[in-house]
């Protein structure tokens, strides 16, 4: 298991990376298409898999990578979005033009069907750049329409309402927050507080207090040759589990428990204990007992 520094150390360089490629795929994702941009994502899941599972967490470091990956995905879409209209307003000129025609995406499942906006100028040349879209019936034919238009032809026209980037630059900066925070979680789930907590372990205070008013004083050692005895001698429930209570074991973490049910060809249950411990020939999620 990582030690406190080492996995402090750890939790940083990790955000780091993130942060790292979240920025780098953001810069590259004009520039290469999916059959490059889909491998690289890959390969930053499968990265990420390798560094949370040298945090010690008892969660899956697939789920939380995959979390993280998706948060830094939906940033760099969000950023993406943010710079474009940050781009329009810059070098956008803001002209008057009429609605020439209208009509909306085609249905794909549950999407979102946008409207699309044909504009021309006044003189009846037709405004630059992608059809205008929006996600509601905003404007009909004939309509005039104040818009933002990209003299390049590479963006889409906005109203100057549309073209306010804040929203966007929010959006990305959350985003990119959550794929930090959940390196976050996982560093704290690979604590020694964490692992504590969820092996039941009381703490030393409780311990005592326990102790005094149960008067049972049996040392560690008894406590683990009590356990044994109840591995070889308990009946299996209906389940096939041999099902133990954490208070008889007050001075056992959970991670020597599942290290003494392995000498004896037994398996420790990592999940849906509540209040006791239980094991198995074979487990459904195996507690780590090194």
């Excluded at 030690?3 to 750890?10: E, H």
Aim: hydrophobic share 40%; net charge positive.
């Amino acid at each position: 298991m990582p030690r406190p520094r080492y996995r402090v150390y750890l939790a940083v360089g990790i955000g780091c990376y993130v942060l790292a490629a979240i920025v780098s795929l953001f810069l590259i994702a004009d520039d290469f298409g999916p059959a490059l941009l889909v491998p690289l994502w890959i390969v930053h899941g499968g990265l990420l898999i390798l560094l949370i599972r040298k945090l010690g967490a008892k969660e899956s470091s697939t789920y939380a990578a995959l979390f993280i990956v998706a948060a830094s995905l939906m940033s760099v879409y969000v950023a993406a979005m943010a710079r474009d209209d940050l781009t329009l307003q810059q070098r956008g000129e803001k002209v008057p033009a009429t609605v020439v025609k209208k009509w909306r995406d085609p249905a794909e499942g549950r999407k979102n069907r946008d409207y699309n906006y044909t504009l021309e100028h006044q003189n009846g040349t037709k405004v630059p750049g992608p059809a205008m879209k929006t996600a509601n019936n905003q404007y009909g034919l004939g309509q005039k329409v104040t818009v933002l238009e990209d003299p390049q032809g590479e963006l889409r026209p906005q109203t100057p309402g549309q073209a306010d980037a804040t929203g966007e630059a929010l959006g990305s900066g959350a985003f990119a927050l959550a794929a930090l925070g959940a390196a976050g979680w996982m560093t704290w789930r690979g604590s020694d507080a964490a692992r504590r907590r969820d092996d039941g372990r009381p703490s030393a205070g409780m311990r005592k207090v326990y102790k005094a008013v149960t008067g049972d004083h049996t040392t560690q050692e008894e406590q683990e040759e009590k356990l044994r005895e109840a591995l070889r001698a308990y009946p299996a429930d209906r389940r096939g589990y041999i099902k133990v209570q954490l208070k008889d074991y007050p001075d056992l973490t959970q991670r020597r428990a599942a290290r003494i049910a392995w000498e004896t060809g037994l398996r420790a249950e990592a999940a849906g204990n509540r209040g006791s411990w239980r094991f198995k020939e074979t487990a459904i999620e195996e507690f780590p007992h090194d």
